[in-house]
C-alpha cells in the first residue's frame, strides 16, 4: 500500500536502482543514490524536525532540491518549496506564516543574513556526508507512524492582502494524483520529461513523482534556455526528451520566433500545456509542424493538487475558437454553479467547482481565508463534504466539454453588457502579428484596455476584432509592447501591465 510519498522510491529503486532518475546542467542521480541521500537527509532532520512539521527547501533548483524534498518526506514532516531569489521580505512573510525551525540549503547557494538568524540552516551535502547510528530503524519508526492523510508539502501562492497563503496537500492527495497522471497519458520508464516549471509552482510537481513512480527520467532545463528558443529545441534533441507539461509562454515563444520551421523535437511524444490559456493560433502552430504528438489541456488549481480536468486535443480548432479544459480528472468530480445551483446547460457560464481527495486541506493557519473557498457543498445536504470554488468561470460547449471563460473578477459589466474578458483574448490571440495578449478593465475611466506583444498595429486589430466580436466587446484602448512581462512562474504578469498602465 502506497501511503507516503517515498513509497514510490523504494518500489522503483528495486526495479530501476541504477537507472539515472533526475539531471540538471551540474548533477545527476540514480534511483538508488537518491534513496541513499534522502535518508542520509532525513537522519540529519531527525533531531530538529517532529513529525509533521513544516521545513523550509530553500535552493536553486537542482537535483538537489528532490533529494531534500524525499528527505524531509521520510521524517513524516512536510516540506515547503521557496525560491533562493525571492525578496526577503517575501520570504520573512512565509516564515512567520510557518514558524518554520529548519530550512535546508547547499554550501554554495546564498542565504540572506537575516534568516540565518531566524531559523537553523542544514546544508545536504553535510548531511549526506554524516554518519548516523541507527539510521534505518529511526527512520522506519517515523514512517510507521505516517499515513496518506499527513501533510507532503505546502506551497505558497500570492494572496489578496499581500500576506502569501501556504496550500497544505496530503500524501493521499499527490498519490492519487499521480496514479491518475500516469495512468491517463500511458507513462513508463521509457519516458523522458523535461522539467519547465520552478519546484514552487504545483505543476512541478507532476514530472517529479511521475519520474519517480514510474522509472522514468527528469532533465531539469536551464532557465536561461526559455530566452533562447533555438537552443532549447536542440536541448530537447539533445536529451531525446519525450513529453513536456509547460505553461503556454515557453511554447508560444519557440513558435513565435519560428523555431520549430528550423530544427523539430525529434522526440517529443507528447505535449501538455497550464497554467493559463493556450492562445489556439500558437498550438495550431505546433500541431502543423509535430502532427504526430498528443496535445493535452491541463487546468486546475493549487488547491486541488495541480490539475483537476484535462483534455485530449484530437479534432481541429479555428485560431479564434477556444479549446476547451474538457473532462473531470479520474476521481474527481467538477461542478459548475450558479451560486448554489448547479448549471447543466451548454453555453450557460457558472463557477468551477471541484471535489474529491484530491483537495489541499486549505491555507496553513489561515483559517478565515479556508473557509472562504473550501465550502460545504450545497447540492449534498445529508453529510458534510468539502468542495473549493476556484473563482474561476467556465461553461459546457456543444460537445459536452468544459470551456474556461475567466476568472470571475474578469467578468467585468461595460455598457450595460455583461463581458468575459478571456474571450476577448482569445479573439485577440487569432489576430495575425499577434505573438500575446491580455485584456484588463480600467473601472475608473469605464475602459476596456488591451495589451499586446506582435507585429501588427490597432487599425489592423479592430478590423479583425470587429468580424468577430460585438462592437460593445472591443478594446477601447490597444497598448502594444515590445515584450509581454510573464511572472516567476511563466504566466502573463497582469498585476504588473495593470501597475503599469492603469493610471
Not at 501562492?157 to 498519490?175: E, F, Q
Not at 509535430?290 to 491541463?298: E, G, I, Q, R, T
Not at 493538487?305 to 480528472?329: H, L, N, Q, V
Request: with cysteine; charged share 25%.
Amino acid at each position: 500500500m502506497i501511503k507516503n510519498i517515498v513509497d514510490y522510491l523504494e518500489i522503483t529503486q528495486q526495479r530501476f536502482g541504477d537507472k539515472t532518475a533526475y539531471l540538471d546542467a551540474e548533477s545527476s542521480v540514480t534511483f538508488t543514490q537518491l534513496k541513499e541521500d534522502a535518508r542520509q537527509i532525513a537522519a540529519g532532520l531527525l533531531k530538529d524536525v517532529p513529525k509533521g512539521a513544516p521545513v523550509l527547501v530553500c535552493m536553486e533548483k537542482c537535483v538537489g532540491s528532490i533529494e531534500a524534498f524525499l528527505g524531509v518526506a521520510y521524517t513524516g514532516a512536510f516540506y515547503v518549496p521557496i525560491d533562493i531569489k525571492m525578496p526577503y521580505e517575501r520570504i520573512k512573510l512565509i516564515m512567520d506564516t510557518l514558524s518554520a525551525k529548519v530550512l535546508l540549503t547547499r554550501r554554495n547557494d546564498e542565504i540572506p543574513d537575516e534568516i540565518r538568524q531566524t531559523c537553523k540552516i542544514l546544508c545536504i551535502e553535510d548531511l549526506m556526508e554524516a554518519s548516523y547510528e541507527n539510521r534505518d530503524a529511526e527512520i522506519e519508526k517515523r514512517q510507521r507512524a505516517s499515513i496518506d492523510a499527513d501533510p507532503a508539502y505546502a506551497i505558497f501562492t500570492s494572496g489578496s492582502t499581500g500576506v502569501p497563503k501556504g496550500v497544505v496537500v496530503s500524501h493521499r492527495s499527490v498519490i492519487n494524483f499521480t496514479e491518475w497522471w500516469c495512468e491517463t497519458f500511458e507513462f513508463d520508464e521509457n519516458e523522458v520529461f523535461a522539467n519547465q516549471t520552478p519546484f514552487y509552482f504545483d505543476a512541478s510537481v507532476k514530472d517529479i513523482y511521475a519520474t519517480l513512480r514510474c522509472g522514468a527520467t527528469m532533465h531539469i532545463v536551464p532557465k536561461k534556455l526559455f530566452s533562447l528558443p533555438k537552443q532549447l529545441v536542440h536541448f530537447l534533441n539533445e536529451k531525446e526528451i519525450t513529453c513536456i507539461d509547460w505553461v503556454p509562454s515557453a511554447l508560444c515563444m519557440i513558435v513565435n520566433f519560428h523555431t520549430l520551421e528550423k530544427e523539430t523535437p525529434a522526440h517529443l511524444k507528447k505535449v501538455m500545456f497550464l497554467g493559463e490559456v493556450m492562445p489556439t493560433k500558437q498550438f495550431n502552430m505546433w500541431r502543423r509542424a509535430l502532427p504526430d504528438v498528443k496535445y493535452a489541456n491541463l487546468y486546475g488549481p493549487t488547491e486541488a493538487t495541480g490539475d483537476c480536468t484535462y483534455y485530449k486535443i484530437e479534432r481541429e480548432f479555428a485560431d479564434d475558437e477556444p479549446i476547451p479544459i474538457g473532462y473531470a480528472c479520474n476521481n474527481t468530480e467538477v461542478l459548475l454553479l450558479d451560486g448554489d445551483r448547479l448549471v447543466t446547460e451548454e453555453g450557460e457560464t457558472g463557477e468551477i467547482c471541484v471535489r474529491g481527495c484530491s483537495l489541499a486541506y486549505g491555507y496553513f493557519r489561515n483559517p478565515e481565508k479556508t473557509q472562504e473557498v473550501f465550502v460545504e457543498n450545497p447540492l449534498q445536504k445529508d453529510y458534510h463534504e468539502r468542495i473549493y470554488r476556484t473563482g474561476d468561470l467556465a461553461k459546457y460547449n456543444a460537445y459536452g466539454e468544459l470551456v474556461f471563460l475567466s476568472r470571475k473578477d474578469s467578468q467585468i459589466k461595460h455598457m450595460g453588457h455583461r463581458i468575459e474578458l478571456g474571450e476577448i483574448e482569445t479573439a485577440l490571440g487569432a489576430v495575425d502579428g499577434i505573438k500575446r495578449a491580455c485584456c484588463f478593465y480600467d473601472h475608473k475611466k469605464q475602459k476596456i484596455v488591451s495589451v499586446f506583444e506582435g507585429d501588427t498595429n490597432q487599425e489592423e486589430v479592430i478590423a479583425h476584432l470587429k468580424n468577430r466580436l460585438p462592437v460593445y466587446m472591443i478594446p477601447n484602448q490597444f497598448i502594444k509592447v515590445e515584450e509581454m512581462p510573464v511572472n516567476l512562474n511563466g504566466k502573463i504578469d497582469r498585476v504588473l501591465l495593470k501597475e503599469t498602465y492603469l493610471q
